[in-house]
């Protein structure tokens, strides 16, 4: 009952979703977790000196968590053919001040480096598919304000990277002491998870999984053998979309062409009283002296009709 709770109070259901959608739509579905989110609870309770003084206090409440990743964010190793055999994996967050905020009061993260961050503001634009969602589902006239582009990263590191990042979160006067007893044994398949943004590194720590393996989990409406993103329904329906397309254009174009007939105007013979040439409704015209009558003389006015193919 306790799990089932927790699955609910983290949206689980809605989460998987909006995957669903992302895989029909797209051809790959993508859900991270379940990873433990350290909410904290505040309550108010009696002190325990005074009787009657009740004091505001905090509690750290850990709960699981799952979410779907937006697949325009993901970016995987792509010479794996499936997400058990990546190396490594990178998430994109595009985060506004609110949300590092947020990020500085859980664990692990460097509150120091967000303060910094936040000092210096975005430094990137937003990404190009941004502005192509909105143009294409026709919302972009807003202009897009610039985000914070927040790195996650799932993988392996050299015994250097490793030895650069502990030294970095120590104090100046234990690092020298510190350096040569940092020791990656290159056979060991040791998994961090890095955040970082800009050049601040924002969290580092080891995988929470002893297994080592993915927290991401990856759907293929299709899947494609060559791989880790499958083919959603628009891509497996595209060449009977197109000869729908093809057929609906040629009705419509054949439908507007048969519509009424095609006009032959002699300009010599006659002329518009208001001097507009285009076809009106009770449209008086003047003869034109050089009009000629007559047994096989050409009408003013000559009509051709297009074949209805409907």
């Not at 979160?169 to 020791?183: G, R, T, V």
């Not at 008086?284 to 047994?295: C, E, F, I, N, S």
């Amino acid at each position: 009952t306790e799990i089932d709770d927790q699955f609910r109070e983290c949206l689980d259901a809605e989460q998987s979703r909006l995957s669903i959608h992302d895989l029909v739509t797209v051809g790959t579905g993508i859900k991270k977790g379940p990873v433990t989110k350290n909410k904290v609870r505040r309550s108010w309770e009696e002190g325990a000196d005074s009787a009657g003084v009740f004091q505001l206090t905090h509690h750290d409440d850990p709960r699981p968590q799952s979410m779907r990743v937006d697949p325009w964010a993901f970016f995987p190793d792509m010479s794996a053919r499936t997400i058990e055999e990546a190396e490594f994996t990178y998430q994109r967050h595009l985060m506004a001040r609110k949300g590092l905020k947020k990020l500085a009061k859980v664990g692990g993260f460097n509150s120091n480096a967000i303060r910094r961050l936040l000092e210096t503001g975005p430094r990137d634009k937003m990404p190009d598919f941004v502005a192509d969602l909105r143009e294409i589902t026709g919302s972009g006239d807003g202009a897009l304000e610039d985000r914070y582009i927040v790195w996650e990263y799932h993988g392996p590191l050299e015994e250097n990277q490793v030895r650069d990042l502990m030294l970095a979160s120590l104090p100046m006067e234990k690092q020298e002491s510190m350096a040569e007893a940092i020791k990656v044994d290159p056979l060991d398949d040791t998994q961090f998870i890095i955040w970082f943004c800009n050049d601040e590194v924002l969290s580092f720590g080891l995988h929470p999984l002893e297994s080592g393996e993915s927290l991401y989990s990856v759907a293929n409406f299709e899947r494609d053998p060559a791989h880790i993103f499958g083919r959603g329904v628009p891509s497996l329906m595209r060449d009977s979309q197109a000869a729908i397309n093809g057929a609906w254009r040629m009705m419509m174009d054949n439908g507007g062409l048969s519509s009424g007939p095609q006009i032959v105007i002699d300009q010599k013979g006659i002329e518009p009283v208001n001097g507009v040439w285009e076809l009106q409704p009770r449209k008086l015209w003047y003869r034109t002296p050089q009009a000629m009558t007559g047994p096989g003389v050409p009408r003013p006015f000559e009509m051709f009709h297009v074949e209805s193919r409907q």
